[in-house]
């Protein structure tokens, strides 16, 4: 929302000055800030856990996917980046194939990309052929034992180049998942909170027939100031506590953040930021859309 936005910067003295406290403690702050990023979301996607970072955020995922599946194994896309936790780096191709390279547990799906990618504009039907690659990275999983606990997806792969997956993907994706059991983990840490300015969330773009499992926030969630967040269902979520080992973060969900966090979320709406998004977008595009008419250097614009 810009930087040192003059409400994020009140919100945070105003709740600085006062007792903080950390999240063993309850908190109005931190009970309004669920209840209005709820709003945003799918009612299924109901209980939040709050953190200090992305990185810490699908790390969390990842243990509530693998606790709620009693499975291990995880599928992401090509040239993906979860963040620099060791959990995550083993997840993220961008990283580890320059350091230790594949687990055995981690398995590789082509960006459904349909400009550069294997299936392109001009096949007859993209989506399901890259989700039947989905489909059979699941199935040579299962040849060796191994059981898929979730995929793993940014809703707009960002390092991978921007990429927007066909509508429907996730659908089909979803569909092959959860029928080896798995669950399916969308990435909003650098593409929610408006960014995409049709939807709120980048996953919505799909189609309102999508809800993920598992949502995780991050960077734009507090504007500059440390906070995350992963939101799932009951189920997963008391999955997870059936463990008997209670969630803990200090400072994640604190007073502060969630100050920060319910400003953010004024100043978007307040400010019709998803809307200016909207626009500005469209300008732009409709703009470079035509520089590509122009220039046959230009392959794509997005």
């Known amino acids: 929302v810009g930087h040192c936005h003059p409400d994020i ?21 931190l009970v309004d800030y669920a209840e209005r990023l709820s709003k945003t979301l799918p009612e299924k996607l109901n209980t939040f856990y709050f953190l200090n970072s992305g990185s810490e955020a699908n790390d969390l995922a990842l243990r509530l996917a693998r606790q709620y599946t009693k499975h291990e194994d995880v599928i992401v896309l090509d040239h993906a980046y979860h963040g620099h936790l060791t959990s995550l780096i083993d997840i993220s191709p961008y990283k580890f194939r320059h350091l230790e390279g594949q687990k055995e547990w981690v398995h590789v799906a082509p960006v459904p ?72 983990i969308a990435d909003e840490i650098q593409v929610g909170f408006g960014r995409v300015g049709k939807h709120f969330w980048a996953f919505q773009l799909q189609g309102e027939d999508f809800i993920p499992d598992i949502v995780t926030m991050g960077k734009p969630i507090g ?33 502060v953040s969630c100050a920060i966090g319910l400003a953010v979320l004024d100043v978007i709406e307040k400010q019709h930021l998803q809307t200016h998004a909207n626009e500005v977008g469209n300008f732009l595009m409709k703009l470079l859309k035509e520089q590509k008419i122009k220039h046959p250097i230009i392959g794509d614009v997005r």
């Open 9 to 29: 910067v009140k919100a945070a003295h105003e709740q600085n000055q006062l007792l903080n406290t950390n999240s063993r403690y309850l908190h109005d702050n």
């Open 113 to 184: 990309d349909t400009y550069r990618g294997l299936y392109r504009e001009d096949h007859e039907d993209s989506v399901t052929a890259y989700a039947n690659e989905v489909k059979n990275i699941i199935e040579q999983a299962q040849e060796r034992d191994r059981k898929i606990a979730a995929f793993f997806v940014e809703s707009l792969p960002s390092v991978g180049g921007q990429i927007i997956p066909p509508a429907g993907y996730f659908q089909k994706v979803a569909e092959h998942v959860h029928k080896a059991g798995g669950v399916f």
């Open 223 to 255: 504007n500059g100031h440390p906070i995350a967040c992963v939101v799932t269902t009951k189920e997963i979520a008391e999955a997870f506590a059936a463990t008997g080992v209670e969630y803990f973060n200090t400072f994640g969900g604190n007073p």
